[in-house]
């Protein structure tokens, strides 16, 4: 019972537990438009989708799904971006005042928190700037909604809604085209984007940001990782975007220059896990979708609501090997030398990554009949909990779901934590083998 109740099995079992409950209240006739149609595997889908914060959607959100149903879906994406077990720690300050070992412990895992000595000030400092965030953009979007509904309760919706997708970088839309009939919109596509990209770093950087945002000398090497490699990695997958797709007349070659900018920042924030658009990814380049697939697996900063590998985990992996190309024995950054188990811990996560992402690829590539850059374009965003398709989610079979379902999954629960609860060492090791280097390369 002891292993059962460690909270890094914990974890995915109550993002299970939240996916479950999501798809029970989405198969209540409530919460759909038609009741005669399928509604399982939508709900299940759906649900699976929302908690993971993820946004890819087999049914059109706007349409199949009534009032009540996306309301549903928007409590699953604030519960899944701010973490059930954060939740759940933040309720039970605000009720005891104190915090178990236990909770901690749980919090510690979901936030991939290394000392959670200062824990109790992080939470309270992320569900204030969590749901300030998120209040002030969707205010901004109401303002903006209103130039295109007619009242402002439908605006506030629109706004309300998709200020938590954004912050929360999940895709979901009440719209049935996302974003298309907004395209060089810059209050609402900026918003959003502006919303995914803060959304994105962390919230461990976000409360140290809070206070020390004047002196970047002081931060913390992950919070100096997380922060300049998310603005360089905007500005390369922006730029990139814009020489790709400048001249192509089906996204945004034949339109002007402003919505040109404004688009070419949305294809730049949306890969790293937003999963808004206001293009069709189905007709961009063959470079413009590689691009995006590297940027969707690199994803976001740690503890944060974007996935993939983490943007701390790929540029730990590239000072690795700047180490070795140096002759270092040691990898340093800036004047701090990283752990070994840091690094091993880092590469752990990459190569199971590569291996899940490829298995489900060709999984994928046997049960349809699309193309290869398509399949891998899904499945990385699926586990990289982007939610950007190429148009072929909701025609995919069931079993073709059904993987990407895992795919999002594993991806919000994290490769290492999903890992470990399945193969969780009860007992130390109390002794070390002797050493021996095989041949590399």
């Known amino acids: ?11 995915p079992l109550l993002f299970f537990a939240g996916i479950v409950i999501g798809s029970a209240l989405l198969m209540l006739p409530i919460s759909r438009t038609d009741h005669g149609s399928p509604v399982l595997m939508p709900a299940l889908f759906t649900s699976t989708s929302a908690v993971t914060v993820t946004g890819l959607a087999s049914v059109d959100t706007a349409t199949f799904w009534t009032p009540f149903g996306q309301g549903v879906i928007l409590v699953l994406m604030e519960v899944g971006g701010f973490g059930i077990t954060t939740i759940a720690t933040v309720l039970g300050m605000a009720v005891g005042g104190r915090l178990g070992m236990r909770t901690r412990m749980l919090a510690q895992a979901e936030m991939r928190l290394v000392d959670p000595g200062g824990l109790r000030q992080l939470l309270r400092r992320v569900a204030v700037m969590m749901l300030a965030f998120q209040a002030v953009i969707a205010v901004v979007l109401t303002i903006a909604y209103r130039g295109y509904y007619d009242s402002w309760a439908t605006s506030l919706w629109h706004g309300l809604f998709h200020s938590v997708g954004a912050f929360n970088n999940a895709g979901f839309s009440l719209e049935s085209d996302s974003l298309v009939g907004f395209a060089g919109n810059v209050w609402i ?46 500005v390369l997958s922006v730029v990139l975007f814009l020489l790709s797709e400048w001249n192509n007349a089906a996204t945004i070659g034949g339109t002007g220059l402003v919505e040109k900018l404004v688009t070419g920042i949305e294809g730049g924030v949306m890969p790293r896990s937003g999963g808004f658009n206001s293009f069709s990814w189905g007709e961009v380049r063959p470079e413009t979708l590689g691009v995006a697939t590297v940027m969707m697996f690199i994803g976001g900063g740690s503890a944060s609501t974007a996935g993939g ?19 270092d024995d040691d990898v340093t ?11 091993r811990q880092a590469l752990c996560i990459a190569l199971l990554s590569v291996m899940l992402v490829a298995v489900s690829t060709l999984l994928l590539l046997t049960m349809t009949s699309y193309e290869l850059d398509a399949v891998l374009f899904e499945a990385t965003s699926a586990f990289a909990t982007v939610g950007l398709s190429t148009g072929i989610t909701p025609v995919l079979p069931y079993d073709a779901q059904g993987v990407l379902m895992v795919l999002m999954f594993v991806g919000r629960v994290g490769t290492v934590a999903a890992a470990s609860a399945l193969a969780l060492r009860s007992t130390p090791r109390r002794y070390r083998l002797p050493e021996e280097r095989p041949i590399i390369g």
């Open 333 to 343: 950054i800036g004047n701090r030398r990283i752990g070994s188990s840091t690094l």
């Open 189 to 234: 596509i900026g918003t959003i984007s502006l919303g995914v990209f803060v959304g994105a770093l962390g919230f461990p950087v976000m409360a140290e940001l809070w206070t020390g945002w004047r002196r970047p000398s002081r931060w913390t090497i992950h919070t100096r990782l997380t922060v300049w490699g998310s603005v360089g990695l905007l």
């Open 309 to 327: 590998i983490k943007i701390t985990t790929f540029l730990l992996l590239a000072f690795v090997i700047l180490a070795e190309v140096r002759g």
């Open 1 to 11: 019972m002891r292993a059962v109740a460690h909270p890094v099995r914990l974890l």
